[in-house]
T-cell receptor, first 115, second 115 residues
């Protein structure tokens, strides 16, 4: 049973560039959430997608956008990269309607470095 | 916004010792979760708590959902070297509609176990 898979695992960008991160949810899950984890901090909620729509959003600027596809996979896009966007980006999936919907399964993350 | 205060920030203990860490919030949550994160990995769920006052065990781990719904603690008994890692508490409010999302994380407790 495949868990949450993310790609790429590591990437380096320069300021001003754009980046796309990808996530495949755990088999059977239909909801994807994205979190940003700065070094030494807890993850911070970016947004959540369900039924191909953004359902909740955290305190992140419009430079952060996302998409969910019919197969439940998701992308996170960040435009006009800043040095402060350097972080581990975590994707988490869950299944709406189950008691365990509260319980997110996390991927290993994509480590983004902005130079 | 909501913030979680997790303490202690770090712990250095001997193998076999018991460990206790806690988390407090400025506002209430419906669900409390405890995750462990190893280097290069995403957080892995340890225990989920769904009701105020609930006490739940998972092997050597025990966690409680505070009766005020603003706090939770995690205990690890008889620590072993593989307990090393970063432990995060997370709180969740039930979102509107059918979606469940946004976890608010604490800053993490770094646990080091000396053999």
């Amino acid at each position: 049973d495949a868990g949450v898979t993310q790609s790429p695992t590591h990437l380096i960008k320069t300021r001003g560039q754009q980046v796309t991160l990808r996530c495949s949810p755990k088999s059977g899950h239909d909801t994807v959430s994205w979190y940003q984890q700065a070094l030494g901090q807890g993850p911070q909620f970016i947004f959540q997608y369900y039924e191909e729509e953004e359902r909740q959003r955290g305190n992140f600027p419009d430079r952060f956008s996302g998409h969910q596809f019919p197969n439940y996979s998701s992308e996170l896009n960040v435009n006009a990269l800043l040095l402060g966007d350097s972080a581990l980006y975590l994707c988490a999936s869950s299944l709406v309607g189950s008691r365990g919907a509260n319980v997110l399964t996390f991927g290993a993350g994509s480590r983004l470095t902005v130079l | 916004g909501q913030q979680l205060n997790q303490s202690p920030q770090s712990m250095f203990i001997q193998e076999g010792e018991d460990v206790s860490m806690n988390c407090t919030s400025s506002s209430i949550f419906n669900t409390w979760l405890w995750y462990k994160q190893d280097p290069g990995e995403g957080p892995v769920l340890l225990i989920a708590l769904y009701k105020a006052g609930e006490l739940t065990s998972n092997g050597r781990l025990t966690a409680q959902f505070g009766i005020t719904r603003k706090d939770s603690f995690l205990n690890i008994s008889a620590s072993i070297p593989s307990d090393v890692g970063i432990y995060f508490c997370a709180g969740q409010l039930k979102a509107g509609g059918t979606s469940y999302g946004k976890l608010t994380f604490g800053q993490g407790t770094i646990l080091t176990v000396h053999p």
